[in-house]
């Protein structure tokens, strides 16, 4: 594949800049990791577009010298996914734009929110989003957190007549798999929270099971977060019998002031 056209390839890739989703959790999540797989297919991309303008410049200084190319250093080509971000345990800074929240501060506020007693590992973040595996005496468990700002004018995609965007936040309109456990109350502040649990929707079967809280805050932010009883969700795969966190502790993270505001 000629240089030029592997450039293309990397540019369409790394393209991250993406609206707030509509539509339920499976949508937004289902973003998210179509997200992770362009960023790695971008590392992957240009792993091999360096390779080949060093073969390139090796095949030119051979052509100058009328003979072999002068042994150097080799060369480093990475084509593995993006470096996960270094944990830390300090606070996330204060920010008054919900709708540029950074991939540190998703990843580090999270982080700040989780009950203690549980083992991180396999953090990943970008812009709104971000998950890390937790690990007990029970086994291992995903948890993933997305925040939406102005979610209140985010269109679905696929919209029929009738559709409107705050129906997720309505158990009743909701579209979760059968035999989901759904309830919706409305805290003092005026926030709107919505708790599920039941079979999630990514696997196709019950043993996968998921639970979720949906938020909106009063400032027309969506804060949705999920754990599942498996560390890949969309798999038939469950590594422990019930996910690692309590639809009351998601409520907790959720609806924590430390997110951005």
């Excluded at 109350?185 to 639970?211: K, M, N």
């Amino acid at each position: 594949m000629p240089l030029d056209e592997l450039r293309t390839t990397l540019n369409q890739a790394a393209e991250l800049d993406e609206p707030p989703v509509g539509g339920g959790p499976a949508a937004v999540f289902a973003r998210a990791d179509r997200t992770r797989n362009r960023q790695r297919i971008a590392t992957a991309v240009s792993g091999i577009v360096v390779l080949g303008v060093v073969a390139g410049v090796a095949a030119v200084a051979a052509d100058r010298s009328g003979g072999a190319p002068t042994a150097g250093p080799a060369a480093v080509v990475s084509a593995g996914p993006p470096t996960a971000p270094t944990l830390t345990s300090a606070a996330p800074s204060p920010r008054t734009r919900p709708s540029d929240v950074p991939a540190d501060v998703m990843l580090n506020t999270l982080l700040s929110l989780l009950p203690a007693g549980l083992t991180v590992s396999e953090p990943y973040s970008q812009k709104g989003f971000a998950e890390v595996v937790l690990n007990d005496p029970a086994g291992r468990g995903k948890v993933q957190i997305n925040v939406q700002p102005g979610f209140n004018r985010v269109v679905p995609s696929g919209r029929v007549v009738g559709d409107d965007p705050m129906d997720v936040f309505t158990c009743a309109k909701r579209r979760d798999p059968a035999g989901t456990q759904c309830t919706g109350s409305t805290l003092p502040d005026g926030t709107i929270v919505v708790l599920t649990e039941g079979p999630s929707e990514d696997a196709g079967h019950d043993r996968i099971q998921r639970r979720m809280a949906d938020v909106y805050r009063p400032d027309g932010v969506r804060v949705v977060i999920g754990t599942w009883n498996a560390v890949r969700e969309k798999t038939n795969t469950a590594t422990r019998a019930e996910p690692p966190l309590t639809v009351q502790q998601l409520q907790a993270i959720a609806t924590d002031p430390a997110w951005p505001v």
